[in-house]
């Protein structure tokens, strides 16, 4: 069991699958996924090396064409395409910006 | 002699580490904008160095804790893990400047193996086009490890590189050794080593916060859940449209020329075995293939103008969710459209796929992505049955024929995924995390060296197995002769003939006739032959030899027999190379022989299918 990633989880008021095309976040943290089964811890540890860290700036710049999936976003300058499922690991809050 | 000093390349996908190797080792491996162009370790001599030294190339990997099988390579390389192969005695990371934080992130975990490393920091120049400014002698400082800044497509820096790698080669070799790690050995969290890496960045680099505007106006066109469709398929379209009609013009030539030369070796030569073994044998099987030449470079052009935009990530993204009802997914999308090239590399590309049961989907159903060497069948079949007119305006029927034959693969590969996939439900599911490259216009060099490649591999596959299988095809068809007493034709009575007709009660109910069997057995080693076999066959039991392949074709089969040797084509007679390689990747001769048979039990269904239902049509 991974504490590390439940103590992020208290109280997510909001998570990149529910974001809309041109929303500018902020990670808060990863909570687990139950789809990944076994390999969940793998694919946190993978989501924090490719940088979806607390603290970092996202993008989403897109979208799937069936149910709005997969999600295209934007991270320190990389782009990544994840599914919901992996999008839905991640918790963000939005970015307040009076110039947006 | 002491064992040659050994480097590796390590880094990020797509940050241009085979770019780097070509231009260190002179070697012409492929290199493409997408991540996991390289999936196998690949190694050369450096040139230009006084002592002599390997440099090893390896799959790019985010994270030494590695999630699939290319990057798994790449981790055991430099562990020192991969049976019967010594560790490398010095890292040389390399970085896309243009991508600094997740290049940096590797390069620290790589730190903590505590082993000799340098840094390439490559695509400075796009990086400054950029306006990224990076103070390279005090983040070398910074990160305690040498740094040296390179353009590997334009050998800027390579040289200098190579002077650094140069001092190291006069180090002797390091000896046997392995290192260990598995997961609980992460030291630092990952959060403390991107904080470390966030406060050398913020004081040795300076970078903008936008990407170059066009390249999101581009993205958001292209990855619309719409628009990006309709560009995806305008653009397959066009492809199978070129094939044909900017091809036609050279293929005539060609055709002319080939038939030119069989007359004039014909009026020359004397009577007898020697000029029919020249005319018949080479002229005929080998021409008969070459003459596809340019259309294998067109479609070449496009597949290797899409690899180096950056755009096929982009239509992986599209078509996730679609190919997920399927069992497969967006990462699935690169190794089959590789596979339009050739299964061969196509099913090797699978290792980028993270989940063993996708990955197996995949292995299974590459090969019915219409192979470049399927083309010349297509062609050949296809210009001599289908009228060549104009529809709707614009499209040209031979394409459109061409365009379906291709969908037909696709939608049957789409359907046995589909089966296949029912029989594994309720399974974890695998991310896709897919990185999407930055757009980058297709560079001149890359395309010429691509098709260079590419031609040569046909004309030398041309040139090798295909006329080595023309010869025995022409002994088989001319030996024994005929008896005194012959009522048939001289070629009925050879061993061709004899094995031809031998086969061919199995075929009947497909409408094959002995001719077409005969070519479907040279047609396991290369798609191509079947081609020249024909030409052989034909060229051997007419008269004349001065009429071309299809018109010979186009007297002798009606339409339906025609339609049902394109429908086997589809699905069938796998190469030999593929089986093999279908037998490495997966490891198991069970699923290789499942794969054998079920190929040719549906290429012999749908065979038999379009046979009956384009007689009936036809009547």
Redesign the interface.
Same mark, same amino acid.
């Given at each position: 069991m991974n504490t590390a990633l439940r103590s992020d989880a208290i109280a997510p008021a909001l998570r990149l699958d529910q974001c809309r095309k041109g929303a500018t976040v902020r990670v808060t943290g990863l909570i687990g996924q139950p789809?990944?089964?076994?390999?969940d811890?793998?694919?946190s540890?993978?989501?924090?090396?490719?940088?979806f860290?607390?603290g970092a700036p996202l993008k989403v710049?897109?979208?799937?064409?069936?149910?709005? /999936?997969?999600l295209?976003v934007?991270v320190?300058?990389?782009?990544?395409?994840?599914?919901r499922?992996?999008a839905a690991k991640i918790c963000v809050e939005p970015i307040d910006n009076p110039s947006l | 002699m002491s064992t040659p000093i050994r480097f590796a390349l390590i880094g990020n996908p797509n940050c241009g580490k085979t770019s780097l190797f070509n231009r260190l080792t002179g070697a012409r491996a492929k290199v493409a904008n997408y991540p996991g162009v390289t999936v196998e370790r690949r190694s050369g001599m450096v040139t230009g160095l006084t002592q002599p030294a390997e440099l090893l190339d390896l799959p790019g990997t985010?994270?030494l804790?590695v999630?699939s099988p290319d990057e798994q390579v790449a981790r055991d390389v430099i562990l020192g893990q991969l049976a019967g192969e010594r560790r490398p005695d010095l890292l040389i990371a390399v970085i896309d400047a243009?991508?600094l934080?997740?290049g940096l992130?590797l390069v620290m975990e790589l730190k903590s193996l505590n082993r000799p490393m340098i840094l390439a920091l490559n695509q400075m120049d796009e990086a400054k086009r950029r306006g990224i400014s990076i103070n390279t002698a005090a983040l070398s400082q910074a990160i305690g490890i040498p740094i040296i800044e390179t353009v590997a497509v334009n050998s800027q820096g390579v040289a200098e590189l190579r002077k650094v790698l140069d001092g190291y080669a006069q180090q002797p070799a390091a000896p046997e050794g392995e290192q260990t790690l598995t997961?609980s050995d992460r030291q630092e969290s990952?959060?403390a080593l991107?904080a470390e890496i966030e406060s050398i960045i913020s004081q040795h680099v300076i970078?903008p916060a936008h990407?170059p505007r066009w390249q999101?106006r581009l /993205?958001?066109l292209v990855?619309?859940?719409?628009l990006?469709?309709v560009v995806l398929f305008s653009i397959l379209l066009v492809i199978f449209q070129a094939v044909f009609a900017w091809a036609n013009p050279v293929v005539d030539l060609i055709d002319a020329g080939v038939i030119g030369l069989g007359g004039l070796v014909g009026a020359v030569l004397p009577d007898g075995i020697l000029k029919d073994f020249i005319v018949d044998g080479l002229i005929a099987g080998v021409g008969g293939v070459l003459v596809f030449l340019p259309q294998i470079i067109i479609l070449f052009f496009f597949i290797l103008v899409l690899e180096d935009t950056g755009y096929l990530?982009r239509a992986?993204?599209?078509l996730?969710?679609?190919m997920r009802g399927l069992g497969l997914s967006?990462r699935s999308f690169i190794p089959l459209l590789s596979s339009f090239a050739c299964a061969v590399p196509g099913i090797m590309a699978t290792r980028t796929i993270a989940d063993p049961r996708e990955r197996f989907i995949t292995i299974m159903v590459a090969p019915l992505m219409t192979c470049s060497a399927r083309l010349p069948v297509y062609a050949l079949i296809i210009a001599a049955f289908i009228p060549e007119q104009t529809v709707w305006g614009f499209f040209n029927l031979q394409g459109l024929t061409l365009f379906a034959l291709y969908f037909a693969g696709v939608a049957s590969a789409a359907l046995i995924a589909w089966l296949m996939r029912r029989r594994a439900s309720g399974r974890?599911?695998?991310?896709?995390?897919?990185?999407?490259?930055?757009y980058r216009w297709p560079m001149a060099y890359h395309l010429l060296m691509g098709l260079r490649e590419r031609a040569w591999i046909f004309i030398r596959r041309v040139g090798t197995i295909i006329l080595a299988l023309s010869i025995v095809l022409w002994f088989l068809a001319t030996f024994p002769g005929a008896p005194a007493d012959a009522t048939l034709p001289a070629i009925d009575y050879s061993f061709a003939g004899q094995l031809g007709h031998f086969m061919q009660p199995l075929f009947a109910p497909l409408g094959f006739n002995w001719q077409m069997c005969i070519a479907l057995i040279p047609a396991m080693g290369a798609r191509e032959v079947a081609v020249s076999a024909l030409a052989t066959v034909y060229a051997v039991g007419e008269e004349s030899i001065d009429v071309a392949l299809g018109s010979a074709l186009a007297a002798s089969w009606s339409l339906p027999v025609a339609y049902a040797y394109l429908a086997w084509f589809v699905y069938a007679p796998q190469c030999i190379s593929t089986i093999a390689v279908v037998k490495r990747e997966t490891n198991s001769a069970k699923a290789t022989t499942f794969f054998t048979i079920y190929l040719f039990a549906l290429a012999y269904f749908a065979a038999w299918a379009t046979y009956q239902i384009a007689s009936a049509i036809v009547g």
């Open positions: 789809l990944f089964g076994t390999q811890e793998r694919v540890l993978r989501l924090k090396e490719l940088g860290l607390p710049i897109g979208f799937g064409l069936l149910g709005s /999936d997969p295209a934007q320190n300058g990389t782009k990544f395409a994840l599914r499922a992996e | 985010y994270s804790f999630t243009c991508n934080r997740l992130r997961l990952v959060e991107y970078q990407l999101d /993205d958001s990855m619309h859940p719409l990006g469709l990530t992986a993204f599209l996730d969710r679609p967006g974890e599911e695998f991310p896709l995390l897919l990185e999407l490259p930055t």
